[in-house]
């Protein structure tokens, strides 16, 4: 298992690893103590990806133009 700062990771590296933690988890092959480590290291790499989702969303997210073309205030991205 990686012990990597989960703030250096990716996101794709965190989920990953998330991945790996929650299949170990299911296993139930580790000893309680590990399980609890595993499952407390999960809980940060969750959240860590949640925030990386959540500052992706924030940089998708388009600028509205008024009526005399300054701006507005923004609008979700529209994936159609």
Do not use: N
């Not at 000893?31 to 940060?44: C, H, K, N, T, V």
Request: proline share 6%; net charge negative.
């Amino acid at each position: 298992m990686a012990s990597d700062p989960i703030d250096q990771l990716s996101f794709e590296a965190a989920l990953a690893e998330l991945e790996t933690i929650v299949r170990s988890l299911e296993q139930g092959s580790e000893p309680l103590d590990a399980s609890i480590e595993l499952y407390q290291r999960g809980d940060r790499l969750k959240r860590h990806c949640e925030a990386r989702l959540a500052a992706a969303q924030e940089r998708i997210e388009q600028i509205r133009l008024g009526p005399d073309g300054s701006p507005a205030g923004t609008a979700p991205f529209d994936v159609d």
